[in-house]
């Protein structure tokens, strides 16, 4: 609940702005109507104070209801397309204010689970180091427990690699290096080392021994990653 208000104060506040912003407008708008009144009203004191020595002025008034009217119309005019401008220029302020908001949130939640994967490995290659540098083990614990975080180091690896990858793509400076590649050799790499992190699953490898095309080979290494992984853990 905490949560949800920390969010919302902004908006909040963002309404206050605008809420403001319509009140000093209609504050405006009656101050122009009063002093065009006020000053049609002086006008045709003066006129009636004249007609006194003048009797024919019927074309002086005429002409003030002329001004009086084009007045209004003006007045109408102005206030019409400040209005209009001000709701677009309000909407599309709000329309980034709420983007802006969801991308932090999402950031957010990016970096969190940033720190959560990266613990992973980090923690585990720790204590395998710990125990091959506290126990006198045989080699063939050794080479297990080295293998393992070998496995953890590429699997870090792979991580660091995945966030500078995001990181380019949404600052809009990622460069592709375009070259041609096996894409079965690059497959037969990436299953291997698949296969050694998740030993408890099995590739079934379905695919031509030459495939050849050109493309960015770390690209393309990162989003075959990523389609296995999040097969290996969100599917059956």
Do not use: C
């Not at 024919?56 to 209005?83: C, H, P, Y």
């Not at 894409?183 to 099995?202: G, R, V, W």
């Amino acid at each position: 609940m905490k949560k949800s208000n920390n969010k919302s104060k902004p908006l909040l506040i963002f309404y206050v702005l605008v809420a403001y912003v319509f009140v000093q407008f209609g504050w405006w708008s009656f101050l122009m109507v009063q002093q065009t009144n006020e000053i049609h009203a002086q006008k045709a004191e003066l006129i009636i104070l004249k007609s006194n020595e003048t009797p024919q002025l019927n074309s002086d008034e005429q002409k003030l209801e002329t001004d009086l009217q084009r007045k209004w119309w003006m007045i109408g005019g102005e206030g019409s397309v400040f209005l209009i401008l001000m709701i677009i220029g309000i909407s599309r302020v709000q329309k980034t204010f709420i983007a802006q908001t969801e991308l932090a949130n999402l950031q957010k939640n990016f970096l969190l689970s940033v720190t959560h994967e990266l613990k992973s490995p980090i923690a585990s290659s720790k204590l395998l180091l710990q125990t091959l540098h506290k126990r006198d083990l045989p080699k063939e614990q050794q080479h297990e427990i080295i293998s393992n975080a070998i496995e953890d180091v590429d699997r870090l690896d792979n991580l660091v690699e995945n966030i500078l990858l995001a990181t380019n793509i949404e600052n809009h400076v990622l460069a592709l290096h375009k070259e041609k590649i096996n894409f079965s050799e690059l497959l037969d790499e990436l299953f291997q080392k698949l296969s050694s992190m998740y030993n408890t699953h099995t590739f079934e490898k379905n695919y031509d021994s030459e495939i050849l095309f050109s493309a960015d080979k770390t690209a393309l290494s990162s989003i075959v990653l990523n389609l296995v992984e999040n097969a290996v853990k969100y599917s059956p």
